[in-house]
């Protein structure tokens, strides 16, 4: 068993989180990451009202026994979802792990604190991680450039955003952005974070409640086949590359502001590739890690083999690399 701060702190067996994803995490999926040993997050605006999440979370701790959290991802609106409602049922439901992203935290956090339940903040720079420390986070979710969704705007990768941010974090961390087996856990660790955040990896799994059709095209994509979408508008996000996502990347490179391509990025088309198994029906995220991913297991499975191939790589490659540097 690897133990770090961030599993201390958040009470979980394993250095591995399951991050909140737009229409992907739903019960099933939290449930299993949970009964694997790690941390899971059900997305709060995947369910359409507040009551609607009530019930996810009773759905969810009907599969599990184990710690799981939920994601509340606050982004600027003209109809922005009701946030405090939200807030109010994770509250109620006794859930003591909340996944913040989007924005700052900081209103949230004496509710959320008074409750007991610890904020996990997830931020793309080391200046905003910074900050939401010094607003008084329980755990800092750093990402780098790989990740799918919001990458931010500073495109630092992970190798070097990591231990940017290891120098002056105190708090446990966890890493983001392209991780998909038990190398990059190690590598996270070596770089100075407690645990790693994976979502693309987790979309390729059995429990995983999107189509087939979407598991399969990511296990046969290879790291370059994602795109960079909203660059122009300084709003960039990572995506599949598919005719969808290429034809907003050429309209906004010519000069196209959001209005132009407001139909084709619509969350509702992007719900559908999920649903319906059609990769181009719509934007849907994805991470450079779809190169590392060859198969699709239980959670369990691949939880398990992460970190017994973890511990291997600790235990016997890297000790043998370091006795052949000593003769």
Not at 218 to 234: M, S
Not at 242 to 259: A, H, K, M, Y
Not at 310 to 323: C, F, K, N, V, Y
């Amino acid at each position: 068993m690897i133990s770090t701060a961030f599993t201390e702190t958040f009470g979980v067996r394993h250095p591995i989180v399951q991050g909140g994803m737009q229409w992907v995490g739903r019960a099933e999926l939290v449930a299993a990451v949970a009964n694997a040993g790690a941390l899971g997050f059900i997305t709060a605006l995947t369910q359409p009202t507040p009551a609607d999440l009530a019930n996810e979370i009773a759905r969810c701790r009907d599969l599990t026994d184990q710690p799981f959290g939920v994601n509340l991802t606050i982004l600027p609106s003209i109809t922005p979802p009701p946030y405090d409602e939200y807030r109010q049922v994770i509250v109620d439901s006794g859930v003591k792990i909340v996944e913040t992203a989007g924005s700052n935290p900081g209103p949230h956090l004496p509710m959320f604190h008074d409750a007991g339940i610890k904020v996990l903040h997830k931020c793309t720079t080391v200046r905003h991680a910074v900050k939401a420390q010094d607003l008084g986070v329980d755990g800092i979710s750093i990402d780098g450039f790989e990740c799918a969704g919001h990458p931010g705007e500073d495109d630092v990768a992970g190798l070097v955003l990591i231990p940017a941010a290891a120098e002056k974090i105190s708090i446990p961390m966890i890493a983001s952005g392209g991780f998909a087996d038990a190398r990059g856990l190690v590598a996270a660790l070596a770089l100075g974070a407690d645990g790693i955040n994976m979502g693309t990896r987790f979309m390729c799994t059995v429990e995983s409640p999107i189509h087939q059709n979407i598991k399969e095209a990511i296990v046969a994509a290879d790291e370059t086949q994602t795109e960079l979408i909203f660059r122009p508008l300084r709003n960039t996000a990572r995506v599949a590359s598919n005719t969808v996502s290429r034809e907003v990347v050429d309209i906004l490179s010519r000069g196209g502001q959001f209005e132009d391509v407001r139909e084709l990025v619509a969350g509702a088309r992007g719900r559908t590739v999920y649903e319906k198994g059609d990769p181009d029906a719509g934007i849907w995220t994805v991470g450079t890690s779809q190169g590392l991913i060859h198969d699709i297991p239980t959670v369990d499975d691949m939880v398990q083999r992460m970190v017994s191939e973890a511990e291997d790589i600790i235990g016997a490659r890297l000790r043998s690399m370091t006795e052949r540097v000593s003769v």
